[in-house]
């Protein structure tokens, strides 16, 4: 048979082959290691995964690339980004090494509204050009599908803005980008109470988002001091009533009932859950809800505690990974996320690169990647590594040395 590119003599390939659902408990464990293994591609898509020799014995390429001594795995999936952002928050840096809080610098003004002020000046090709070289770096570090939020326009006219260079983008880039609304991320100043803001977002913008088919999701900061569990619920029964599928920032500082809110209405996520308690796991793990984790905002905010991804797994719930990239945590790097898995939440290498590959896809409904399987697109990475354990061992470098896009090297 014909191929048009044969990845062979790979030391390890992962093809996290598996269920259709998100994988949980000691699934997670599963990556589906093939040794001596071959990728064969034909146009986009992946045409056979296995051992060299089969693989080479029954499809004749127009491109080999020996692999020897690499490990072959899945594009990175970033579930949980706030890709679109004008400015910088450096100065805050040393607010928190000083003991500021992120609620504190929030009510001083910085924080979210530090970013809004910023994004608001900003034209739209000036948003399209700063995202365009964050995608760059995230792309060169093996993510090749995100989710992207709005959140930094908090009025009509600047939400739009942002979800429409989000557009843009899925359209010039190669990444390939998930829309989300997050126009309740904190209150604007224009508003006093937090409920009339959430009426505006529900009277005003998720209609007219939803009829230009701006967003896939709709998200929410579900949080002491910003929306509370019931203003929150308003809001993604707005947006599950015109047809956007909902995901939920919860528990990230305090627990007041946002991920308990986010099972009740089956959102597809549930993302931060630094606060989640026992009895909220065994919610998500039944409803479906999938936990994603963000271990790189609590080491910028130079926190002890971290999402209980142990306990998550350990009740049957599905946990996936993702950068939270913002001017608060400001990385494009999921394998520096892998390295924070491991180290801070315990998670094995074998669940974090599931968390980052097969369940990060499951977490933006995506079943077309995140493994490496007959008919799905071929989005893989080329590690210059001998097995999968490097990547969170192998801390603060880029251990990508190609990256390939629907069967196309685009690093």
Known sequence: ???????????????????????????????????????????????????????????????????????????????????????????????????????????????????????????????????????????????????????????????????????????????????????????????????????????????EIAEKGLAEYCDVFCEKGVFDADESRRLLQKAKAVGLKIRVHADEIENIGCSRMAAELGAISGEHLVKTGEEEIRMMAESGTIGILLPGTPFMLMEEEYAPARKMIENDMAVALATDLNPNCWTESMQMIITLACLQMKMTPSEALTAATFNAARAVDRDDIGSLEEGKKADFLVLDVPNHRHIPYRFAVNLVEQVYKEGKRVV
Do not use: W
């Open 1 to 207: 048979m014909k191929a048009d590119l044969l990845i062979k003599n790979c030391a390890e390939i992962h093809t996290l082959k598996g269920p259709r659902r998100a994988r949980r408990g000691d699934e997670m464990k599963e990556t589906g290691k093939v040794e001596k293994g071959a990728v064969a591609v034909k146009d986009d898509k992946i045409t056979a995964v296995g051992p060299t020799e089969e693989v080479e014995k029954n499809y004749e390429a127009q491109e080999m690339i020996d692999a020897s001594g690499k490990t072959v795995i899945p594009g990175f999936v970033d579930p949980h980004t706030h890709l679109i952002y004008s400015g910088s928050r450096e100065d805050e840096l040393e607010m928190k090494i000083k003991g500021k809080t992120y609620m504190e610098i929030l009510e001083e003004g910085g924080g979210i509204l530090s970013t809004v002020r910023s994004t608001r000046k900003s034209s739209k090709q000036r948003l399209i050009e700063q995202a365009s070289k964050r995608l760059d770096t995230m792309l060169r570090h093996g993510t090749t599908t995100a989710e992207a939020k709005s959140g930094y326009g908090l009025d009509k006219d600047n939400e739009i803005k942002c979800l429409e260079v989000i557009e843009e983008l899925n359209k010039s880039h190669p990444v390939d980008l998930i829309p989300t609304y997050l126009g309740a991320h904190s209150l604007p100043p224009e508003f006093d109470q937090t409920g009339d803001y959430i009426d505006f977002c529900i009277d005003e913008v998720i209609p």
